[in-house]
């Protein structure tokens, strides 16, 4: 592909991910009930990808031989992807309160099961986890 080409498909990749991040805050804003689940299950769907691929690489050095090396530059592309998940983890922690029951104060209150998880199931100590665990 010749230089020029490169250029309007970098300007157009920008143009088409502005308008994704401009339709990302507009769902957050009009409806986080239906914007926070689906954040969720995206990101979880794209982390898991690069999870099962530093697992299988894990895998293959641990066990060695010659099996993984045809699809080894792949699956450290792959592994690469993880600190940008770490990043796409960030924008669910403002909506904790439309994906989990515990996170809203108001049914935590009124619910005598979610009182007694209070200990563990506690904004706070979930955020605290989530870094304690990175992903990288």
Partial sequence: MSTMT???LERVSLVAGGAGLVACLAGALIAPE???PAWLHAF???LGIGLGAHAIV???NMTG???GLAVHRVLDAAT???PLMALFFLPLLPGLSHLYPWA???REASDHVL???RAWLNTPFWVARAAACPVT
């Fill in 58 to 60: 894990m895998l293959h």
């Fill in 115 to 117: 009182e007694h998880r």
């Fill in 44 to 46: 979880l769907f794209w």
């Fill in 80 to 82: 690469r992807t993880l």
């Fill in 104 to 106: 809203d104060a108001q």
């Fill in 6 to 8: 490169w250029e309007r």
């Fill in 34 to 36: 239906a914007f926070y």
């Fill in 65 to 67: 031989g010659a099996w």
